[in-house]
């Protein structure tokens, strides 16, 4: 394989850093969470279906925590369950974690993952609670809404009118062993619950298709999310085995901006393009040291342009520019290069090609849309 | 009750593999419209000999299939006329993506499930990500094999609705190894080929993308059709996009193999994009008949395979290709034209290959070159 293809490849340490999590891990319980785009699309149902199901096949399943309020189909399931029963601090129902420690199960069913524990209690946040029950071996079942996952809560509040103050970090989720959407059509969310987004009490035909649409724009964000999780345990996978990605499973644009052209047109390409197939934006440059001030100008536009883009921002150093941008897309598993088209051009590349030439050769596996400058 | 002239509303369970779950969702659904007393039938139905989906087929009214000889063995296929004539309000139809065997009245089943939505009945359906056509170079890449059952993009698109039925890759796998999806013996063979973690893993990822992206692109017709009287507009049997966006891709079709990928890719950018498409080969002989057998039966293949994704294809006479390709181009205001990737360097003093020339023609507009696919090592 040659050098410039093992980016992916994981260094001594990695693979050290990767034996030691694994370890820990044997030691801990896993975390399942099924994963809802708004109240009604039955992600307890699912929950309490997939705890049923385990205590069929033998393993030693205890509800440890529920919603305040639980609809009579969740709580017929409920019925057949052991429990754990909530306990009272400050008057406020918890989960009771020094019980289900000293219970002990194999699986523990947490509902309403994001709630805040009053003042008094082990842990702020009953994820936290989680956390302790994983890091003693007890697995545990749980599930939440996409309108408390903290980095999402803004979002979601636009669409909804309504901004939650009860949140889990979505990294939270990123460290489960599994994810599971539970995606179901907008209607159905509709029939079962009187709570999710924007109705203004009226129920004309126009304030249920606005609704209507804001679940829409909620379950495409919650199924990305899902992605992004799947992403991350994939690359996690991937990584730890050693294995090389060359493909991907969602695009990744790299816009490679030199000191010699104004980039903003290629970025805001490039951030558009990022968005419509809900990818990544990176954008570098290749370090040159005899630059002219109005050079050093343009090129500092460009990288405040990308940053204010929202794009991961590179500054490369190497002999050869095609070699350093190369190298850095593939270690990050770029799919798309952008580059302008107006590349330096000496009286040698005249006659032998320049940047350009060399980059669509170098490029297997990328492709390379070369923009108008 | 469906009214006559209606088209019947679609709706896709999408998987990314066998064993999620799928047929037992739709099941599912089938069993609790029965319970609304809505008038449901099976269509087709796949059991796989699994316990507890032949279960949910309980006191549900199967449709008997049509048995059709073929080369001395026979094949029980859906019966589409039977349907037809049963009519009920709801048809639930297993494995959209199946192709029906030789001899059939149609190709394809997602063929026969549009006979059925033409005349008003509404379809449950399901198929895998896998089958996606614009999907099948990455799916070969994930998991080294060329799917060959697919279904165009604008037939997906045509759903009124596409729901992901998810389950974790490892809770498949555990399946699998209980012998819940296969038979103990292939189920040891599945888990070889299709069934690794990473592939599984990248599937799934994949199919809840596609899923957000059908949701996005239903989101924006809706709101095209406040506007106007319907951002579709009816050309035969397939919906045309009204309310484009300002790109316009054009693919440049050639003999060489790799069109193919090069096409779905295209496919695939328009559809992002919501572009206009086209695909367009250059010929220096007057029309294709003046080809080669063997060139004119390629460039043939890629055409039609070009229109069957419904990109408008062209075949266009010039002596000098890039001049001939940046000029149609320009007049159909393309603003970014896909290109292969050149096999030879080309050297700037003699001209350059036909990426160089077209860059350099094409100065307002974007031009891509598409890498070709391989499989990870």
């Known amino acids: 394989m040659p050098s410039e293809l093992a980016g992916r490849r994981p260094d001594a340490e990695q693979l050290l850093r990767q034996v030691e999590a694994e370890e820990q891990l044997q030691h801990r319980g896993r975390l399942k969470v099924f994963l809802g785009y708004a109240s009604g699309v039955g992600k307890s149902v699912h929950m309490l279906d997939e705890a049923r199901r385990r205590k069929e096949r033998g393993e030693d399943v205890i509800v440890g925590a529920t919603q305040s309020k639980v609809s009579p189909e969740v709580d017929a399931l409920l019925q057949n369950m052991e429990a754990v029963p909530l306990k009272t601090v400050n008057g406020v129902p918890v989960m009771d974690v020094e019980a289900l420690l000293r219970r002990h199960p194999q699986v523990c069913v947490v509902d309403g993952l994001a709630y805040d524990n009053p003042p008094g209690s082990r842990h702020g946040k009953r994820w936290q609670d989680v956390e302790e029950l994983l890091s003693h071996e007890i697995s545990v079942i749980a599930s939440v809404n996409l309108q408390h996952i903290e980095e999402y809560r803004e979002q979601v509040g636009a669409i909804t009118g309504k901004r939650v103050t009860e949140t889990v970090p979505k990294d939270f989720l990123k460290f489960a062993e599994e994810i599971e959407m539970v995606d179901a059509p907008p209607e159905m969310a509709l029939e079962r619950t009187s709570d999710a987004p924007p109705h203004d009490g009226n129920t004309s035909a126009g304030s249920t298709l606005a609704r209507q649409q804001g679940l829409s724009q909620l379950r495409e964000m919650a199924l990305l999310l899902a992605a992004d999780v799947v992403d991350y345990q994939l690359e996690n996978y991937l990584r730890g085995h050693g294995i090389e990605q060359l493909w991907g499973t969602h695009e990744r644009i790299l816009v490679w901006v030199t000191p010699h052209a104004d980039g903003a047109p290629m970025i805001a390409s490039g951030q558009r393009n990022a968005d419509r197939f809900q990818g990544e934006l990176f954008v570098a440059s290749v370090a040159e040291s005899d630059l002219t001030s109005a050079q050093q100008q343009t090129l500092n536009a460009n990288l405040a342009h990308a940053k204010r883009a929202g794009a991961h921002v590179e500054l490369l150093d190497g002999e050869s520019r095609v070699h350093a941008v190369m190298h850095f897309a593939k270690s990050r598993g770029i799919t798309q290069i952008f580059v302008g088209r107006a590349m330096r051009k000496s009286h040698w590349e005249r006659i032998l090609g320049n940047d350009l030439d060399r980059l669509i050769q170098a490029a297997e596996g990328i492709d390379i849309r070369i923009f108008p400058q | ?377």
């Open chain 2, 1 to 377: 009750m469906p009214e006559q002239g209606r088209r019947g509303r679609l709706k896709l369970l999408l998987g990314y593999a066998a064993g999620v779950g799928k047929t037992y969702k739709m099941l599912e659904e089938a069993q609790k419209l029965r319970q609304q007393g809505v008038d449901v039938v099976i269509g087709y139905f796949e059991p796989h000999s699994r316990k507890d989906t032949m279960s949910k087929t309980e006191s549900l009214e199967m449709i008997p299939r049509r048995k059709l000889q073929y080369r001395g063995s026979v094949f029980e296929e859906m019966d589409a006329e039977a349907i037809l004539r049963r009519h009920p309000a709801v048809c639930v139809v297993d494995e959209y993506a199946h192709t029906n065997v030789p001899g059939s009245e149609r190709p394809k089943r997602w063929q026969d499930v549009e006979v059925l939505l033409e005349n008003g009945i509404n379809v449950l359906t399901n198929m895998n990500v896998q089958h996606i056509e614009s999907l099948n170079d990455q799916i070969w890449q994930f998991t080294g094999v060329r799917v060959r059952e697919t279904v165009p993009d604008w037939v997906i698109k045509q759903a009124d609705e596409v729901v992901m039925v998810d389950l974790p890759p490892q809770a498949l796998l555990n399946r699998l190894k209980r012998g819940v999806v296969y038979p103990p013996d292939k189920a040891r063979q599945a888990l070889d080929n299709f069934f690794k973690e990473p592939a599984l893993v990248a599937l799934r990822e994949l199919a809840l993308r596609q899923t957000a992206h059908e949701i996005d692109f239903r989101q924006e017709t809706q709101q095209g059709e406040r506007g106007s009287s319907g951002a579709f507009e009816r050309q035969g049997e397939t919906p045309v996009r009204v309310a484009e966006s300002a790109d316009r891709i054009l693919i440049h079709v050639t003999a060489d193999p790799s069109t193919a990928a090069l096409i779905r890719r295209g496919r695939r950018v328009a559809d992002f994009l919501n572009a206009a498409c086209f695909a367009v080969c250059v010929l220096a002989e007057a029309s294709l008949q003046d080809l080669s057998g063997r060139e004119r039966e390629a460039l043939e293949k890629h055409l039609n395979f070009a229109r069957n994704l419904q990109i408008e294809t062209r075949v266009l006479q010039g002596d000098d290709m890039a001049k001939t390709l940046v000029d149609f181009a320009r007049r159909q205001q393309v603003t970014q034209i896909l290109l292969l990737r050149p096999k030879t360097r080309g050297w700037p003093l003699f001209g350059g290959n036909l990426v160089q020339q077209v860059a350099r023609l094409a100065q307002e507009m974007q031009v891509t070159i598409v890498a070709e696919r391989r499989r990870a090592s």
